[in-house]
């Protein structure tokens, strides 16, 4: 699931290298955003080949200043939360009530933790990220989620998220969403096609 990460990690890099000087104090992100908009895709037992026979689920959050233009580009400013890897035992295509920790065991009811990895000289992001797209680009970013919960409860059309965070920096990241909640079955495309795909649904 590497090739949406790079984008978007790549995208966070171009803004940060535009930036000029850096504000005399620290900036501060929105603690306790309410995300608007999102989507979930099921990939089905994607790790198998690890031997983790556990079914993954991603989540993307959105809040309502961010939105898609006329050519499927994400666009405006606010808060991207992005769970690539919510380990689930049902096979079915929607996101499951409950709670869900931070944890790298990969474990049902866990999420992957945000991380860097190399390879071939090249950065991505896996797990879990929160992106920050600000209108002075000096400050827009990407952070890792380290720890935390995430407790999901669903109504008869709607889904409520309640987020307690903590990025790698510690700084606490709260936020919630209500409404619905688009989901798709990807968990019979091949994976690279699936990699595509998971882009097109994020900019949808």
Known sequence: MKIIHTLIF????????CKGPEPSSPYVYESNPHYAWGNTQFFGAYYNWTGNKNNVITVSLFSDS??????????GFGQFLYLEDVYVASKE?????GTYIIDNSGDINTIAPGVLDTIDNEVYTLGATISYFEESEARSTLK????GTITVTRGKNNYTIICNLKTSDKK?????????LPHSDESLTPQIIRSKKKLDL???
């Open 202 to 204: 994020i900019l949808q």
């Open 172 to 180: 606490e990241l709260k936020g919630s969403f209500t409404g619905e």
């Open 66 to 75: 961010l939105s898609v233009n006329d050519q499927g580009n994400l666009q």
């Open 93 to 97: 295509p929607k996101l499951p009530v």
């Open 144 to 147: 890792l989620i380290s720890e």
């Open 10 to 17: 790549t995208c966070i890099l171009v803004l940060v290298s």
